[in-house]
Nanobody
Framework: QVQLVESGGGLVQAGDSLRLSCAVSGRTFNTYAVGWFRQAPGKEREIVAAIARSGTYAAYADSVKGRFTISRDNAKNTVYLQMNSPKPEDTAVYLC????????????????????WGQGTQVTVSS
C-alpha cells in the first residue's frame, strides 16, 4: 500500500517563501507521477502542479506559474513544492497525490487520474 505524507505547511506572510514536502512510501517511487492539489473551504479541489516520474516534465496551474516550483528527489522518495511570493488566495489545504505511470514524460493534472492521496497540510497566507 502506498502512503503519502505531506509536511511543511503553516502560517506565512504574503511575499515570503514556504516549501512543502510529500514523502511517498515504497521502493518504486520512480514509477509514480505525482501531483500537488489544493482545496480551500467551499471550493473544489484544484491542481497546483504535477511532475512526471522522471522529473523532467512538469505542469502548473496558471495561478501559480512563475511563483511555485515542483521538484522531486527520487533517492529520497520525496516531491517538493517550493512556494515563492505566496498570496492570501493561496490559502488552502495542500494535498499530494501519486499514480503509477508507464511513461517518463507524462504529467497528470486531474484528480481522477490519481489513486493515492495524502491527508494534506494546511497553508495559510496572511496579508
Amino acid at each position: 500500500q502506498v502512503q503519502l505524507v505531506e509536511s511543511g505547511g503553516g502560517l506565512v506572510q504574503a511575499g515570503d517563501s514556504l516549501r512543502l514536502s510529500c514523502a511517498v512510501s515504497g521502493r518504486t517511487f520512480n514509477t509514480y507521477a505525482v501531483g500537488w492539489f489544493r482545496q480551500a473551504p467551499g471550493k473544489e479541489r484544484e491542481i497546483v502542479a504535477a511532475i512526471a516520474r522522471s522529473g523532467t516534465y512538469a505542469a502548473y496551474a496558471d495561478s501559480v506559474k512563475g511563483r511555485f516550483t515542483i521538484s522531486r528527489d527520487n533517492a529520497k522518495n520525496t516531491v517538493y513544492l517550493q512556494m515563492n511570493s505566496p498570496k492570501p488566495e493561496d490559502t488552502a489545504v495542500y494535498l499530494c497525490a501519486a499514480q503509477v505511470s508507464m511513461y517518463d514524460i507524462v504529467v497528470i493534472t486531474t484528480t481522477s487520474g490519481y489513486d493515492y492521496w495524502g491527508q494534506g497540510t494546511q497553508v495559510t497566507v496572511s496579508s
